[in-house]
């Protein structure tokens, strides 16, 4: 089993920036990909980026220049920093854990929310 908890959410102006972190604890060798999905309010959640341990990187067309994701593997961690934020960006932010790109593990999630 892998345990996900997600920290960094919170508000934020339109404009400004935020950095999402997951620690994953627990069975870690069975972990290839981590990586981030949200839900925004009337939409389907969706995928949002991914890092491999190779180190491949991938990030939903609609945030690429804007987010970046980065993975320490000493620390089990990956981040999302999150940068030019708008409205669209708002909602809750779910990490997640697999050893295949689809998601094994998930984390409880984290509200972002871009208002001024």
């Known amino acids: 089993q892998v345990r996900l908890v997600e920290s960094g959410g919170g508000l934020v102006q339109p404009g400004g920036s935020l950095r999402l972190s997951c620690a994953a604890s627990?069975?870690?060798?069975?972990?290839?990909?981590m990586g981030w999905y949200r839900q925004t309010p009337g939409k389907e959640r969706e995928w949002v980026a991914r890092?491999?341990?190779?180190?491949?990187?991938k990030l939903l067309d609609s945030v690429k220049g804007r987010f970046t994701i980065s993975r320490d593997g000493v620390k089990n961690t990956v981040y999302l920093q999150m940068s030019r934020l708008t409205s669209e960006d708002t909602g809750a932010y779910y990490c997640?854990?697999?050893?295949?790109?689809?998601?094994?593990?998930w984390g409880n999630g984290t509200q972002v929310t871009v208002s001024s």
């Open positions: 890092a491999g341990s190779g180190g491949s990187r």
């Open positions: 997640y854990a697999g050893n295949t790109i689809a998601p094994d593990y």
């Open positions: 627990g069975s870690i060798p069975s972990i290839t990909y």
